[in-house]
């Protein structure tokens, strides 16, 4: 069996869900079900259960609860977050920056103009992606691109050659 690498991201945690299923586990305890029974039914470990019922004993169901996000509260309000999302939609161009393309380095910045708030490159990139944007590469292109013959050879230039492409190898038997 092959193992699969799973990013953190994938394997974001429904809180409100392992909560109820936290319940679900002391309400079968109290109807008489055995701890590996409700494990086996709640698709958990046996330990998990024992120490649900422990807590249970101890500090009832509020020693169940969901204790929220862990780790320190973010500095930026959802008002902050919506204006760095519409910041990040204008274009680096409207913050001064030559090019159209974001960096990390870039984002961090506007963030820090924005809302006086400093991030490091990593929870720069985890707040960009929470946002919905994701990585993505430019495409390169020349300077001296004329957009207008690409399509006009596209349209006109390309499908007839490639009749004529057609045709001819009719007639010399290559198709």
Request: hydrophobic residues 35%.
């Amino acid at each position: 069996m092959k193992n699969k690498h799973i990013s953190s991201l994938s394997r974001k945690r429904d809180r409100q869900a392992l909560e109820q299923r936290r319940f679900k586990a002391i309400k079968l305890h109290k109807k008489g079900f055995s701890q590996y029974r409700i494990a086996k039914e709640l698709k958990v470990s046996f330990e998990a259960v024992s120490n649900w019922v422990e807590v249970y004993k101890q500090k009832g169901l509020k020693g169940l609860k969901t204790q929220g996000q862990p780790g320190p509260k973010s500095p930026l309000t959802d008002n902050d977050r919506r204006k760095l999302k519409a910041a990040i939609l204008k274009g680096p161009q409207n913050f001064g920056y030559d090019t159209g393309i974001w960096t990390l380095q870039r984002i961090a910045a506007v963030i820090r103009k924005l809302t006086k708030t400093t991030f490091k490159t990593t929870q720069t990139w985890r707040i960009v992606t929470a946002l919905g944007f994701s990585c993505q590469k430019p495409v390169a292109r020349a300077k001296e691109r004329n957009e207008a013959k690409i399509q006009t050879w596209k349209l006109r230039t390309f499908p007839r050659l490639k009749k004529m492409g057609t045709e001819a190898s009719v007639f010399t038997g290559l198709s």
